[in-house]
């Protein structure tokens, strides 16, 4: 018979996915990183979180002080004193103090005694022993070394504590010679790596080892917030996505037409265009008639700050501001190169779950490479989506593109399996005039026109045109009214010609009448005389 490995769950976001439920309850993980890594603020969240959720625990820290992680803890939010007063949370100050290191009488034994005491008068459920390699470092010989270690494991099996340990890696060349100890004590090995690539910083995870349990594979990407630390699994991306929804209006009447109805709701749009065709003032329009019936949208600007948008859609009239004033909108607005993909990503999570809007914006992902490379942003777009479609989220995202007439830039950073709408927008050029163009690529679970179709962008937002077939094509612009013209000098001939024959028509009836009058006048003369009596040969009448 099968049993399922108890788990306690970390309460870090994102985390207990990778675990696939947590950490293993009652045994021990380690969480091997560098400098930097953030594995001291992992280990305390596990403890903070834990005892916020009814499970008290202690901190053993060899390298900082109490006050030290207290004030570390407060700058995130964390009120580490309040949990100490109620004995759900205890830091214990580990550090060596130098009369001892002279005296060589160091052993693990007596700090070991403190927090078996503590665990039983606070009914503990966790305990953290942050930088175990710096007490290990004191000890002279190996044998040594190997016998506190051998204490440590035996102390934490009895104790039936859900442990977390944390070791920093040997420096570049070194040789640890605990190193392997910490791996089979181990039931749950997770390593944490702090590196920079082209100038940006990033952070990954990865669970190397878990006995009993499945666990997530791959490495992950993490971010340090302002309230803890934050990882997304990709691997759970398109499993949970909510169908799509009812249409809604896309803002401009005759766009609905072209779409059937309007957008999907909880669908992506993807706007693609080269700069200048109005993709933004088209987003903006879709989040203005949002806004207006009091549904919430987050707009991620990549490309211009939040005054700016405002203005510049407004010279097309697209009023933001009253949105923004109401609660309805929130920007959010930063470089690209501001921070690393994770980051943006975190941010904009916690933007979503502050508001949970109905809409998301994301304009422009062609922006998305500039914050680490083609894979950074391809990342960043996956979880954004996959975040979205699993909140029923319609989302609407702009992109740039460079060539006019090349397909392969429309879908963005190769997300077109994500994306259910594609709008294009293009120039044409003709008669020393550029006229726009829209064209609806694709609408999945829609029907829609497959025309292209002029528009212009007036002072009253985007307006498209009705369509105007030439010999072949549509015509747009100058070639329009070229052709208007034409058009109307034909149509001017042909009722010149039908009033011309209309004429002819008339004056041949009068002269059809005339000629039946006189007829008419002649036949009944004829007929007079046919029958008036005239004298017989004898002088009498007939």
Same mark, same amino acid.
């Given at each position: 018979m099968r049993v399922n490995l108890e788990k306690v769950p970390t309460h870090i976001r994102g985390l207990d996915d990778i675990l696939e439920g947590g950490l293993p309850r009652g045994r021990t993980t380690v969480i091997n990183g560098g400098a930097g890594s953030g594995k001291t603020l992992l280990a305390m969240e596990f403890l903070y979180r834990g005892a916020l959720a009814g499970e008290p625990g202690i901190f053993i820290s060899f390298e900082e002080s109490t006050e030290q992680l207290r004030q570390n803890a407060a700058a995130l939010g964390w009120d580490l004193p309040a949990l100490e007063q109620e004995n759900r949370l205890f830091l214990l100050d580990g550090r060596i103090k130098s009369d001892t290191l002279i005296s060589g009488k160091f052993s693990l034994k007596g700090?070991?005694?403190?927090?078996?005491?503590k665990s039983r008068e606070m009914g503990a459920k966790r305990i953290v022993i942050d930088a175990l390699e710096v007490a290990l470092r004191l000890f002279d010989e190996p044998r040594q070394v190997r016998s506190e270690i051998h204490l440590l494991n035996d102390w934490l099996q009895q104790a039936g504590l859900s442990v977390i340990l944390t070791v920093r890696p040997p420096s570049r060349g070194g040789v640890s010679i605990y190193e392997d100890f910490f791996e089979s004590m181990g039931d749950c090995v997770i390593v944490m790596d702090a590196r920079v690539a082209d100038q940006i910083s990033t952070r990954r995870l990865r669970v190397v080892k878990y006995r009993?349990?499945?666990?997530?594979r791959n490495e992950y990407p993490y971010v340090i917030t302002n309230n803890g630390i934050h990882t997304a699994p990709i691997s759970t991306v398109g499993l949970r996505h909510k169908p799509l929804g009812e249409k809604?209006?896309?803002?401009?009447p005759r766009l609905d037409e072209v779409l059937d109805g309007g957008y999907r709701r909880a669908s992506c749009v993807l706007f693609a265009g080269m700069p200048g065709t109005g993709k933004t003032i088209l987003c903006s329009? *879709?989040?203005? +008639?949002?806004?207006?019936?009091?549904e919430r949208t987050l707009y991620i600007s990549f490309e211009e700050s939040e005054a700016a948008l405002v203005e510049n859609v407004l010279s097309a009239g697209v009023a933001l501001r009253p949105h923004i004033e109401s609660?309805?909108?929130?920007?959010?607005?930063? *470089?690209?190169? +501001?921070?690393?993909a994770e980051e943006h990503y975190s941010r904009a999570l916690e933007a979503i779950e502050e508001l949970s809007p109905a809409h998301v914006v994301v304009d422009a992902i062609s922006a998305c490479e500039r914050m680490g490379g083609k894979q950074a942003a391809f990342e960043y777009l996956m979880r954004l989506l996959n975040a979205c479609k699993e909140r029923g989220i319609t989302v609407l995202l702009v992109n740039q593109t460079i060539r006019k007439d090349d397909f392969s830039e429309i879908s963005g950073i190769g997300i077109s399996s994500m994306v259910d709408t594609v709008v294009r927008l293009t120039y044409k050029?003709?008669?020393?005039?550029?006229?726009r163009l829209l064209h609806i690529l694709k609408s999945r679970g829609s029907r829609h026109s497959n025309q292209k179709r002029e528009y212009v962008i007036t002072d009253d937002a985007i307006q498209i045109r009705d369509l105007y077939f030439g010999e072949g094509e549509v015509l747009t612009g100058a070639a329009r009214q070229v052709q208007e013209a034409k058009d109307l000098a034909e149509a001017q001939r042909l009722d010149y010609d039908i009033q011309t024959k209309e004429l002819e028509l008339k004056q041949l009836h009068l002269i059809r009448e005339q000629m039946n009058s006189g007829f008419a006048a002649r036949t009944a003369i004829r007929g007079g005389k046919a029958f008036r009596r005239r004298p017989d040969d004898s002088g009498g009448e007939r």
């Open positions: 700090l070991l005694a403190i927090a078996a005491g009993g349990s499945g666990f997530g809604i209006t896309t803002g401009i329009t *879709f989040v203005a +008639a949002a806004c207006s019936r009091g609660g309805h909108l929130r920007l959010l607005a930063s *470089f690209p190169e +501001a921070m690393g050029e003709d008669y020393g005039e550029i006229t």
